[in-house]
């Protein structure tokens, strides 16, 4: 699937996903810091992918690890720093949550700073499981 807004383009296509970008891309924050660039493939290859373009180049990446069926974990949303604060990353999140093979899953994400944010599309803090949650079933 593709969504457009503006001159930005959204697709799910595993095709659009170039491997170095989303590793550039997650250096830039906490929790991707670490990932070594075979861990970023592979995780690649087992996710439902989200590449975020302009002009057919890749600023931006989030995926779903999912089974399709009931669960549903949100994870690695990012915007090239240069892109942020034009409202990409909270439309993005909308493509996602409404992507129709998982849309009607439990989803979950977690987040150390970014509550506010989530809790406008449903999510609300587990504490038990120390994530953050949106129930889609």
Known sequence: MEWTFGEYTLSDSQ?????????LLLQDTYWGVRRPR???ESMISHSLCFTLLKDKVQIGFGRAVTDY???TWLADIVIDER???QGLGKWMLGCMLEHPDIRDTHMVLQT???HKLYEKYGF?????LMSTQIDGL
């Open 15 to 23: 095709d659009k996903v170039v491997t170095e970008t989303v590793y």
């Open 38 to 40: 075979e861990v970023i």
């Open 69 to 71: 069926t009931v669960f």
């Open 83 to 85: 892109y942020r604060g």
């Open 112 to 114: 150390r700073d970014a």
């Open 124 to 128: 609300t803090k587990n504490q038990a």
